[in-house]
């Protein structure tokens, strides 16, 4: 019996069974953090407001370098003519402006300048980390991997849905032209989570192999995990870094 | 007159200036951190003293890896010749077994295990991601100014004098095989400090550089306060990450 079991648990598990792990991640997702349950029920203030959408934008501004990166180690060129829709997506291209102006209007619908997003003066050193850690880990992994690690995509749709149905009513004072990343970002990250999804469930084949995948997974979770965790300090604690020097 | 005022404000630095300017930033170590304030007047309990050893841990080890780089970007061999001893300091040489073996030390005098230390099963993400940027700050930047961000070492002695001083009477559980390591930095980090602040004083040369420089030391000592916000969400705040999926 005991050979069985450890026959087993060294079984891969089949695509929908990885699937349902990759799944199961998203109760870490960051919509579980103290700083998102308050946002998300109307109860922070508009400094708070403003902190979370300027950290944020260094996120956004980062997102399509974490993209070229992945292709910078790619030389599938199929993989790249789908991958580089999410630089587009970001950066605009022809006539659509994208997400990340699509932010900056976020940050002005919240009463942030450009001038004060584009200098990221308010990005907090531990959220800048966070992120460069993703950025650098696009760089320095094989672009199967840094491709899988963008799946917390799957758990987005639900994040960006609630902010849509509960903003309006919470937070009056957000202008409402202000939401157009959120609508955008619906249907672009579902179509993204396809993608990535495919790549993943195909790249990773041995048990072993599928597991360390969920710790990808879980890296990119602490990064977006972090990020609130110093949000959580300087907005809500009202200890940003050398408030007492 | 204007123009004498911006004239002088071009000028750079003297050496003896540029030192002192450096030397102001000592305002922003993790000495005035409230972590640090806590740990030195022996409020701190068990867990979070473990805790702290437990991360700073993650970056004793990432040291050498740090110094490596720096000398991976460095083709002068006189510079090298003196910075390896960085490695030789932390990693053990012959006889001596070095500054990580020593905090080894530490952790088993504070109850840690060797075990545990060494599989950095404590480290905090957002501990980690600070490090990490340490790390990749020394590959992706010229040597000079990689080996010019590690002088925070400047302020060092003090902080480990301060421990050799206080810890004994404060935690008198914690064996005092485990100072080991304090001690032996006070003389190191004097001996660094010379030879770093050559590099710098002797690197930057125009105002603009040396204004650009106190952003290098700004950005190494975020890293040490951003662990130390880290370390105080998880054992002062009680909210380590995932504390309440």
Not at 55 to 81: E, G, L, T
Not at 115 to 141: C, M, T, W
Request: hydrophobic share 35%.
């Amino acid at each position: 019996m005991k050979v069985t079991v450890e026959e087993n648990h060294n079984q891969p598990w089949t695509r929908e069974e990885f699937e349902k792990k990759l799944r199961d991640k998203e109760k870490f997702y960051h919509i579980n953090h103290e700083f998102h349950i308050l946002m998300n029920s109307g109860k922070l203030d508009k400094k708070a407001i403003q902190g979370w959408v300027a950290n944020r934008f260094y996120y956004q501004s980062a997102i399509p370098v974490k993209d070229a990166s992945i292709m910078s180690n790619c030389w599938d060129r199929d993989v790249r003519r789908s991958w580089v829709q999410r630089i587009l997506d970001h950066d605009g291209y022809g006539d659509d402006e994208g997400g990340i102006e699509a932010w900056l209007l976020l940050g002005e619908a919240v009463g942030l300048t450009r001038k004060e997003l584009l200098s990221h003066e308010h990005l907090l050193p531990g959220v800048k980390f966070a992120i460069d850690a993703y950025v650098n880990f696009a760089r320095q992994q094989p672009w199967e991997i840094a491709a899988s690690s963008s799946l917390t995509e799957m758990f987005a749709p639900k994040i960006h849905q609630k902010r849509l149905d509960n903003w309006p009513e919470f937070y009056p004072w957000i202008d409402k032209e202000g939401y157009t990343y959120f609508r955008k970002r619906l249907k672009e990250a579902r179509r993204d989570v396809e993608h990535g999804l495919d790549i993943t469930l195909d790249y990773y084949k041995t048990r072993e192999q599928q597991e360390r995948m969920l710790n990808v997974l879980q890296f990119k979770l602490d990064i977006l995990w972090t990020m609130l965790d110093c949000m959580w300090m300087a907005y809500i604690e009202d200890k940003p870094p050398y408030h007492n020097c």
